[in-house]
């Protein structure tokens, strides 16, 4: 990002700064293939922020955070109706099947974690950058810095894909369930917007702050790349034409400045991942498997949920043991 944002895209103000854009190509991953890092700015200024915050706040004050067993949208294996299940739950199937189970099925979720506020903002704010250069139906400074041949897609159904309750669904008919996600960006070949089917790409953005810079490497960045392979199904399964790469856009914070000034800067670096949807298919018919029986499986044991209520029902026992 090569401009300072406002609370309003109006006006964009370009300037230099000591920001670096780099792009790993990443064939399932190549995390050394990189391209020279270019000094662009990319910078949050506080009022920008502050109205993402301020919004994503006043959403979640509504909210509790922890609401107990609820009465509605609870799985009824003897139902002929459909039954929805997102992209963030298929993820807690394989995560926890018995999480997953007690979610679903009981109807009683995980404590959640407080929200990231600030990712929030990030993200919001990467949206309308974005949309800006869509509308003009020209490439972003990231895209043309790295030489990525594609534009931001322009679709009237794109506030539906990305809306988090809405989002781009696909009814399962071996199962029943409509499956749904939402995509935080899309983009397109141009060669390709001539044809009745252009061929997009799918985009996720993700917001750190590590000092050694940042990957998608690590085990448990295994949940990303689901993430962007199960959107990638979701947009086949509605018969349209999806790049095998897609993109993870990583905005990472700089904390060595020496002063704060009222911004947030980010190093921002783009990785390439061929996505392979091969086990999208046998994960929705094993979640559906998996309500359907009586009884919720096993404990898991790579689980924090679950080692930790295996662990308080020990203690408490041991405890009143001991009282005795």
């Known amino acids: 990002m090569d401009f300072v944002h406002r609370p309003a895209l109006r006006n964009f103000d370009h300037e230099l700064g000591k920001h670096r854009i780099q792009i ?9 293939t990189k391209t020279k890092p270019t000094p662009i700015i990319s910078s949050l200024i506080s009022e920008g922020v502050r109205e993402v915050v301020a919004e994503s706040k006043k959403n979640q004050s509504k909210k509790k955070y922890y609401n107990g067993k609820r009465k509605k949208n609870i799985f009824d294996p003897k139902s002929k109706d459909t039954f929805k299940l997102s992209r963030t739950k298929i993820d807690l199937f394989l995560k926890c099947p018995r999480c997953f189970y007690i979610d679903i099925r009981l109807g009683l979720k995980v404590p959640p974690g407080y929200p990231f506020t600030l990712n929030v903002a990030v993200d919001e704010l990467l949206k309308r950058e974005f949309d800006f250069y869509r509308k003009k139906k020209k490439p972003h400074p990231i895209m043309i810095k790295n030489g990525i041949h594609v534009i931001p897609f322009l679709h009237p159904e794109l506030d539906t894909w990305r809306h988090n309750f809405k989002g781009m669904r696909y009814h399962h ?68 034409k999806v790049s095998k790469t897609g993109y993870f856009v990583y905005c ?30 046998k994960a929705i018919i094993e ?33 009143s043991s001991n009282r005795k």
């Not at 790993?24 to 050394?32: G, K, L």
């Not at 799918?202 to 392979?229: F, H, L, N, P």
């Not at 359907?292 to 679950?306: I, T």
Request: glycine share 4%.
């Open 173 to 240: 008919p071996g199962t029943n369930l409509i499956l749904y996600g939402a995509v935080d960006d899309v983009w397109v070949n141009p060669d390709t917007l001539k044809n009745r089917n252009p061929e997009i790409i799918i985009v996720d953005y993700k917001a750190t702050s590590k000092k050694d810079g940042v990957s998608i490497d690590e085990d448990w960045q295994i949940a990303y790349k689901r993430q962007m392979e199960f959107y990638q199904w979701l947009f086949r399964k509605n018969r349209f």
């Open 24 to 32: 790993i190509e990443n064939s399932n991953i190549e995390p050394n």
């Open 252 to 281: 990472n914070g700089i904390k060595d400045k020496e002063m704060f000034d009222n911004r947030l800067e980010f190093d921002l670096e783009l990785f390439s991942y061929k996505g392979n949807c091969n086990w999208v298919e």
């Open 287 to 319: 979640a559906d498997a998996c309500l359907r029986n009586a009884k919720p499986p096993k404990h898991s044991k790579d689980c924090h949920h679950c080692l930790y209520i295996r662990d308080r029902k020990s203690l408490v026992t041991e405890s």
